[in-house]
């Protein structure tokens, strides 16, 4: 039997963002007081300390700021992915998401690469963000 994944536990404070991307929708915490965006979810905001904030629908569109490719699992569950990219997206909002490059050979992948993302869906709770190369 394959074993699965290790799949998130949506916090209260991350539970708005585990909503949207079931529902095939990227929303990012937003400070209403000086409007920056924040990652990953948390009640204070970085910039200016206010609690005050909403969830606001992204453009889910970013660029690959770095990037490592897997050749070896360090999980059973992820043996046939092998080689998979696991990268650190720079969203048009600002804020920084881990996630993994899809949809393109692994050794085609750069650094500042445009990408927009696209949702797996796990379960009926889950679905993850990924991202792909942006034509
Ligand atoms: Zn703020």
Not at 20 to 44: H, I, K, M, W
Not at 52 to 75: D, L
Not at 86 to 100: F, K, T
């Amino acid at each position: 039997m394959t074993p699965s994944k290790p799949i998130p536990t949506p916090s209260e404070d991350s539970k708005p963002f585990w909503e949207a991307t079931r529902n095939g929708e990227l929303r990012l915490q937003r400070c209403l007081d000086c409007s920056s965006y924040r990652f990953p979810p948390g009640v204070l905001c970085p910039e200016c300390s206010s609690t005050s904030s909403e969830w606001v629908p992204v453009s889910g569109r970013g660029r690959v700021h770095s990037f490592v490719v897997f050749h070896r699992a360090y999980h059973p569950a992820f043996a046939n992915d092998l080689p998979y990219a696991v990268a650190c997206v720079e969203l048009e909002e600002g804020p920084r998401l881990l996630s993994n490059i899809v949809g393109v050979e692994t050794a085609r992948i750069r650094c500042d690469m445009a990408v927009e993302v696209l949702f797996e869906k796990i379960n009926e709770e889950i679905s993850l963000p990924k991202f792909r190369p942006r034509a």
